[in-house]
């Protein structure tokens, strides 16, 4: 059974920033992509960014120069750095792990307000 434990989450003002972190029980390169997705209330869950295991990278529009994933492979951690944060960004973002399957973690909050 795969766990992905996030943590990081937050109340920030706008313009802030935030790091989440997103730590698998088994090597990170065991999967073909890791990713953060967040769903927004009344909203569908959406891709934020993802990671494959080839270090392959892509973001959705509205993040574009402001977040950034990376990971750390020793530690079996995937990141994302959330730079210039907007009201719109509030949400709960889930870390997201595929091989043959899907795997998520609980999610957690990110509230941009001032």
């Known amino acids: 059974q795969v766990q992905l434990v996030e943590s990081g989450g937050g109340l920030v003002q706008p313009g802030g920033s935030l790091r989440l972190s997103c730590a698998a029980s088994?090597?990170?390169?065991?999967?073909?992509?890791m990713g953060w997705y967040r769903q927004a209330p009344g909203k569908q869950r959406e891709l934020v960014a993802a990671?494959?295991?080839?270090?392959?990278?892509n973001y959705a529009n509205s993040v574009v120069g402001r977040f950034t994933i990376s990971r750390d492979n020793a530690k079996n951690t995937v990141f994302l750095q959330m730079n210039k944060l907007k009201p719109e960004d509030t949400a709960v973002y889930y870390c997201?792990?595929?091989?043959?399957?899907?795997?998520w973690g609980q999610g957690t909050q990110v509230t941009v307000s001032s």
């Open positions: 997201n792990a595929k091989d043959i399957y899907n795997y």
């Open positions: 990671i494959t295991s080839g270090g392959s990278t």
């Open positions: 088994r090597s990170i390169f065991s999967f073909n992509a």
